[in-house]
């Protein structure tokens, strides 16, 4: 090589060098400036603008999880459940180890009613907690079709202490959606002596007035409401008073299941965590059943204890 084409090879590998130089610089900026806005956003619980920057931060630094739970978050908090899973999977492709991604993730798989993948991804390792994987553990090998293996794993949930009540209520609900309203009854009833929440009563009313125990029903509805009434439990006292069936609603089959499981968890936070972290669970709860009112009522209260008023309306 002449000492020429070297001279001109070294100078054009430098101007190269120093070309890249403040491209490298600006997109570290780029992803810095991105991060620092999104942070701010979240700070303030404005979802929206910190979906924008985070995604934007991520199109620049794809394999960085922090980034990428930051922008999760965004988008559950927004309810952009199908964009959430995108991401989700996005993280997990990175081998990240996250709740959040695994909270949207097997949700997916509910609701498409994969419960194949969802038991077999659990397996794997996708986890969210102990009371979560067990009770949805159970209502995926419900949704499986595999009743006897549910049951059991419902039992197993009722030997965790501090989660018994869960487990009980839960194994209810999956004996109701299988029509073994019986059974499900005397869980209600049992020993135990549940402390049902409102969901609760309404559910144990519709199961009574399976069994044509509509008197029966109507007691337990007056006893745990009184006079408060909303419209939804008076229409519900007019049809038991003229003697209709109540059709069983709470939890009809696993994907329900699975929602209430959810809401249950997200109302039993809502006492004691902060509202975003809450909102993950009720927004969840949503995506799996649009129609579920308790969840759509605790997602919209958590809006506005945030300020995020036009999520809330």
Do not use: C
């Not at 739970?69 to 988008?75: H, I, K, N, Q």
């Not at 049992?190 to 969901?199: F, I, N, S, T, V």
């Amino acid at each position: 090589m002449t000492s020429k084409l070297s001279n001109i090879l070294a100078a054009a590998t430098a101007l190269a060098v120093l070309s890249a130089a403040p491209s490298l610089a600006q997109q570290s900026g780029d992803v810095a400036g991105s991060y620092l806005a999104g942070r701010h956003a979240q700070s303030h619980s404005d979802f929206d603008s910190a979906a924008t920057y985070f995604t934007r931060a991520m199109t620049r630094d794809q394999a960085n999880p922090a980034l990428i739970e930051a922008a999760l978050t965004s988008f559950v908090g927004l309810g952009q459940l199908d964009r959430a899973a995108t991401i989700a999977t996005q993280m997990i492709a990175t081998g990240a180890d996250s709740q959040v991604a695994n909270l949207v993730l097997l949700s997916r798989d509910a609701k498409n009613g994969d419960w194949s993948d969802l038991l077999n991804n659990m397996e794997a390792g996708q986890s969210v907690g102990q009371l979560f994987d067990g009770l949805v553990r159970a209502w995926a090998l419900v949704g499986a079709g595999r009743a006897e293996d549910a049951l059991a794993a419902f039992d197993s949930v009722t030997t965790s202490k501090g989660v018994e009540a869960f487990g009980l209520y839960h194994k209810a609900l999956a004996l109701a959606s299988m029509g073994r309203f019986d059974e499900a009854e005397t869980v209600l009833s049992g020993e135990a002596q549940l402390q049902l929440a409102r969901r609760g009563l309404v559910a144990q009313a519709q199961i009574l007035s399976q069994l044509d125990r509509n008197d029966e029903a109507l007691t337990r509805l007056r006893a745990g409401f009184g006079a408060e009434m909303d419209p939804v439990l008076t229409a519900m006292i007019e049809r038991l008073e003229a003697g209709e069936t109540l059709e069983f609603t709470i939890a009809p089959d696993a994907r329900a299941g699975v929602a209430e499981v959810i809401f249950s968890i997200a109302n039993a936070l809502s006492v004691e965590t902060a509202e975003n972290y809450t909102l993950l669970y009720s927004r969840m709860a949503q995506y799996l059943r649009p129609d579920h009112i308790e969840a759509i009522l605790l997602s919209a209260g958590l809006l506005d204890r945030l300020e995020q008023y036009d999520l809330a309306i």
